[in-house]
């Protein structure tokens, strides 16, 4: 066959390439090629690029202990997508044909269901790094799954802790330029107007626009006025949107999600004292995840960029775990072993996925910028049923 | 008549021989596709078919954008859009009804629950691509150059715009998923070999060589009866048919996809790939892909690392752009015209063009016609250059006007051949042309060549004539043998195959009046046609023109500065100063008038010639 000529060139290929990567570990019977088509150039890279990090650093220590369940050496095979969701679903097939048993995928929903399309009909189990959108496990089926807490777990974490607080009336600003800006704001509201919140008016912008006075004289004019405004923008929206708001002298507080958590943000100082958002995860003195982020520094000479490293190691133990109950290295059997994980212990806190649609249920960190600082307010688990389907 | 007739339909062959030159080209370019095709499909994986799949399919999308900017000349940052919009038709046309329900809940129920198979959805996108490519194209297309460049980019951003809105339709800025993959290598190999045909044929349509003519000088294509506006609008909505086309395979290929996947990065990807293989014709689209796809293939597979003759590699994410950026430098540095340049293959023209032959001369114009200038004027900004002329002018006969520099010769010229409109008076030729234009007066008989040369340099010698005979012929082949009647007329049937801007200055003046003469026009007006030729080639042009005049009867108005060709060749002689006609008559009676002498040599020295004369 014309085809086994194509894969042992490859395979020998590859083989040069663990060679150096995991010093020369001989090819066992017991080995399990995970493929791993994500971004190392392009857009998606510093998304990618962390989170491949701290799955590497997991996959290593646990090929030192045996491989995953202790069993099956993990040979990992990267190829680079350039953040192209055409070039994704080639490498896809390329790690396919390689012999692939397990997918990883960018922290993109396109690329990932372009991916996912293809492992699909194989069975084969597909893991997206940190893509959040919800739809993203719905589009391809049942081998997909997430791992970083979905925009709409999110947003139902930050819904409860504003009705907790007493919030009642809240403003939705949005952008339809991204899944994450249009939808993330909209999944609040529903659980906010579920649990005897109001949404009193909503807004739109275009990612990158310098001026917001628009929206800002539409919250100004509502005759019903908010006491919270949601909004899922980053940078450079997020700055140029809540400097020229606290200009016009409106001092409603103002909620995020997990995009805001970045150093600029925090370098606003006084003018996002209040702002509450989210992360994956918080490292308390004494917790797991600071022993993480320690025993990462060492590993990779420098300290974690973001909660996209601990996930990423995430991955590996969840992958660990699913072989470890699947008894051996049959992707539908992994497959079916990570759809039944529930109350895994990980860095992080306690991760489910039985009983959702292959987005986890996780905990989710609230903080709160307070004197140009990242204050911890708690760590939540929202409630599966509470979550808004996308 | 008859015996003309006979002999023409019998030396005529199947198909002219531009289309038999391009046909062989096109399938030249569609054995190399179908070979590739074969060789993965029997010896590669299903990853390599992945990329010649992908490969062809990109190769739809930048025939499509080369069909419009190789022929017009006008880069398109707008095709991107196109590939969007196939993709975005094909996705909803071909989603299953049942996933249809809940990823497009909100759907307008006209576009639910079709259901089509790929070929179907096909059909469907590409009627749906004439509509919108007469839509977006006539508005556009009244714009000019740069300005047309920079209003696809805003058409671009209209369409991202457009698909990111319309959340019902398109699910807004989120992957819209759900899209059957049914495009396989032998459809993408299949939907490309047509877009190959396509795009090499174009160039040979009239409106191919129109749009062509056109990119290479505009005033000098109106003047052989070039109606540019039509001839882009045709390449548009050709072009945007293959590019929508190749949306339609890119939707079932991806499966998922949402706006920005048809924006700015895909429309610099497109023309990347057409700038590096060359813009004007359909081999550089064809080599522009496959060297891209080539380079970025066999140096993907080493930036993983690996050893390489003994070598060990270090692994170097992001070489394969770091490859691609200076392959890209190296030919935009080497080769600024892209690999191939305008060349197309061209496997047969040397021979095809030689099988062509040339046509009888057309048959004399009956009875007389008359171009008749009546009180005609124009006025720039205060000068007047024409001021209230009337004259007019019958076939059959040579005419010279003449007049010192700066008197509004070639004004009044421009006025006659339609390419200047009047500020007052008007000109009448014989037959209603409608507005006058260019265009319109060079189709209705009134041919003209120009005081600076406007031959279209990068079209071959006798695509130049083809060009206007292509106007008054009824199909290519009579317009190929027309054309290489006015070449052999005017001594250029050697230089046939060579590209125009090739030729010594004086065989491409006798180009312009090939081009002008292939129009069977009934008035040739000639502005200055002997500048620059020495004495043995205006002895040669004034034979040529005066034969011309002789056996097809047709007026003949010239504007030259050469008074030993205009005494020796015009039968009348008007002379023209500030504007003002100040005398017409037989060449004699012009030397002689005291007013003519004066305009020229200044009144003064005017009495004393006259004095020195009657003494």
């Known amino acids: 066959m014309p085809t086994s000529l194509y894969r042992r060139h490859h395979a020998a290929l590859c083989a040069a390439v663990f060679g150096i990567a995991l010093t020369a570990a001989p090819a066992l019977a017991e080995e399990i090629i995970i493929g791993a088509a994500t971004a190392q150039t392009g857009g998606l890279a510093p998304y990618d690029q962390p989170a491949l990090a701290g799955l590497r650093m997991a996959l290593d220590e646990l090929n030192a202990k045996g491989g995953l369940g202790g069993k099956y050496k993990v040979n990992l095979i990267i190829k680079d997508t350039r953040s192209d969701t055409a070039q994704t679903a080639t490498v896809a097939q390329e790690l396919i044909d390689a012999g692939a048993k397990i997918m990883i995928t960018p922290c993109d929903a396109d690329p990932s269901i372009s991916a996912g399309q293809l492992t699909q009909p194989l069975g084969i189990p597909t893991l997206t790094l940190c893509g959040s959108a919800p739809v993203l496990t719905e589009a391809v089926g049942d081998v997909m799954f997430g791992t970083y807490p979905a925009d709409n777990v999110q947003a139902t974490a930050v819904a409860d802790f504003a009705i907790a607080e007493g919030k009642k009336k809240v403003f939705l600003l949005t952008s339809p330029d991204a899944t994450y800006t249009a939808n993330l704001p909209e999944y609040f509201g529903k659980v906010f107007e579920k649990k005897g919140g109001t949404v009193v008016g909503r807004g739109t912008f275009t990612m990158g626009q310098p001026d917001f006075s628009a929206e800002i004289t539409n919250i100004k004019g509502l005759a019903d006025q908010p006491d919270l405004i949601m909004t899922a923008a980053y940078e450079p929206d997020f700055p140029a949107f809540i400097q020229q708001l606290r200009a016009a002298g409106v001092t409603i507080p103002v909620y995020g999600a997990d995009a805001i958590g970045t150093p600029t943000i925090k370098g606003l100082g006084s003018l996002v004292d209040g702002v509450v958002f989210t992360a994956a995860g918080y490292a308390e003195p004494g917790s797991k995840l600071e022993a993480f982020n320690a025993a990462f520094a060492k590993h990779a000479g420098h300290a974690p960029e973001s909660t996209y490293e601990v996930n990423g190691y995430e991955i590996g133990l969840i992958l660990d775990e699913a072989v470890k109950t699947a008894g051996s290295d049959d992707p539908k059997a992994i497959r079916d072993a990570i759809a039944n994980l529930k109350d895994f212990d990980g860095i992080t806190g306690k991760i489910t996925y039985a009983g959702t649609d292959r987005m986890p249920l996780r905990p989710v960190a609230l903080m709160r910028y307070e004197g140009g600082e990242q204050k911890h307010v708690e760590t939540v688990t929202p409630d599966a049923a509470d979550v808004p389907a996308p | ?615």
């Open chain 2, 1 to 615: 008549m008859v015996s003309v007739t006979a002999s023409e339909t019998r030396s005529r062959p199947f198909l002219p021989a531009a289309f038999r030159n391009a046909f062989v080209d096109a399938l030249a370019m569609v054995a190399v596709l179908v070979l590739a095709g074969l060789a993965v499909f029997l010896f590669g994986g299903a990853a390599m078919q992945r990329v010649v799949t992908y490969a062809a399919i990109m190769l739809t999308a930048v025939l499509g954008l080369q069909i419009f900017s190789g022929n017009t000349g006008i880069v398109s940052f707008g095709h991107a859009a196109f590939v969007g919009l196939g993709a975005y038709a094909t996705g909803i046309l071909t989603m299953p009804a049942a996933l249809q329900r809940t990823a497009l809940r909100d759907l307008p129920p006209f576009l639910a629950g079709h259901e089509l198979s790929f070929f179907a959805a096909l059909a469907v996108v590409l009627v749906l691509a004439v509509l919108i490519g007469l839509l977006t194209g006539t508005p556009l297309l009244r714009l000019s150059g740069s300005s047309m460049a920079i209003a696809t980019l805003a058409m671009l951003i209209i369409v991202y715009t457009l698909l990111v809105a319309s959340r019902e339709i398109t699910r807004g800025s989120q992957p819209f998923y759900g899209v059957p993959r049914e495009v396989g290598l032998w459809t993408a190999v299949v939907v490309a070999s047509i877009a190959l045909l396509a795009a090499r044929l174009f160039r040979e349509t009239s409106f191919g060589l129109a749009a062509r003519a056109a990119a290479d000088d505009e005033r000098g294509a109106a003047a052989v009866g070039v109606d540019h506006r039509t001839a882009r609008l045709a390449a548009w909505v050709l072009s945007a048919v293959a590019a929508m086309a190749a949306g339609a395979m890119m939707a079932q290929f991806l499966g998922a996809f949402s706006p920005r996947d048809f924006y700015f990065d895909l429309g610099f990807t497109l023309l990347a790939m057409l700038i590096v293989g060359g813009m004007s014709s359909s081999l550089g689209a064809f080599a522009g892909v496959v060297v891209t796809i080539v380079v970025v293939e066999v140096v993907r597979r080493f930036e993983g690392g690996g050893v390489v003759l003994g070598f060990q590699l270090p692994v170097l994410f992001g070489l394969t752009q770091g490859v691609l950026a200076v392959a890209m430098i190296l030919v935009i540095w080497r080769r600024p015209t892209g690999l191939f340049g305008d060349r197309e293959l061209d496997l047969l023209r040397r021979s095809e063009s030689a099988s062509i032959a040339a046509s009888a001369e057309p048959p004399r114009r009956a009875g007389a016609g008359h171009v008749a200038a009546d009180h005609l004027s124009r006025r720039y900004a205060g000068v007047v250059a024409v001021d209230d002329v009337t004259l007019s002018f019958d076939t059959d006969s040579i005419t010279g006007i003449i007049g010192p520099n700066g008197a509004g010769k070639t004004t009044l010229l421009n006025m006659l051949a339609g390419d200047v409109q009047p500020s007052a008076g008007s000109v009448s030729i014989g037959m209603p042309v409608g507005k006058a234009s260019a265009f319109r007066f060079a189709r209705a008989g009134i041919a003209r060549t120009f005081q600076n040369i406007r031959i279209f340099p990068r079209m071959t010698v006798l695509e130049n004539v083809v060009v206007a005979a292509r106007q008054v012929e009824p199909d290519l082949a009579a317009a190929e043998a027309a054309a290489m009647r006015e070449l052999a007329r005017m001594g250029l049937e050697a230089f046939a195959d060579r590209p125009a801007a090739g030729l010594a200055y004086g065989l491409r003046r006798r180009l312009e009046v090939a081009r002008a003469l292939a129009l069977k026009p009934r008035f040739l007006l000639l502005d200055e046609p002997a500048a620059g030729m020495n004495a043995v080639e205006t002895a040669e042009l004034v034979a040529i023109l005066a034969a011309v005049r002789a056996e097809r009867r047709i007026g003949v108005i010239l504007i030259e500065h050469d008074m030993r060709l205009v005494m020796n060749l015009c039968e009348r002689v008007v002379v023209i100063d500030h504007g003002r006609v100040i005398a017409d008559g037989t060449p004699a009676e012009a030397q002689t008038n005291p007013a003519v002498v004066a305009a020229y040599l200044g009144s003064r020295t005017a009495r004393a010639h006259m004095d020195a004369k009657t003494d």
